[in-house]
Nanobody, 115 residues
Framework: QVQLVESGGGLVQAGGSLRVSCTASGSIFGINAMDWYRQAPGKQRELVARITSGGSTNYADAVKGRFTISKDNAKNTVYLQMNSLKPEDTAIYYC?????????WGQGIQVTVSS
């Protein structure tokens, strides 16, 4: 089992910045990548950013150049730095890992961007 605990998030004005964090615990051996997803009201959950165990990253087109995913292996923590936030970034953000074909999700954290 893997436990994922998210922190950060909140309310920010458009153009502002926020950082969300996700700390993994439990059986973390075998995790190849950690992801951030988001789900806005009435929309499907979508992948925002991914970082692999080797440090490779990829991003959704909507956030490229504005969001940065990073990790601290010593803390088993992944971060999502969100800059130049837009109202359309408003969503619940979820941390996710895939380990041996099992999906694990954090509880989700609200990010709200006011115009």
């Amino acid at each position: 089992q893997v436990q994922l605990v998210e922190s950060g998030g909140g309310l920010v004005q458009a153009g502002g910045s926020l950082r969300v964090s996700c700390t993994a615990s439990g059986s973390i051996f075998g995790i190849n990548a950690m992801d951030w997803y988001r789900q806005a009201p009435g929309k499907q959950r979508e992948l925002v950013a991914r970082i692999t165990s080797g440090g490779s990253t990829n991003y959704a087109d909507a956030v490229k150049g504005r969001f940065t995913i990073s990790k601290d292996n010593a803390k088993n923590t992944v971060y999502l730095q969100m800059n130049s936030l837009k109202p359309e970034d408003t969503a619940i953000y979820y941390c996710h890992v895939l380990r041996y074909m099992n999906n694990y999700w954090g509880q989700g954290i609200q990010v709200t961007v006011s115009s």
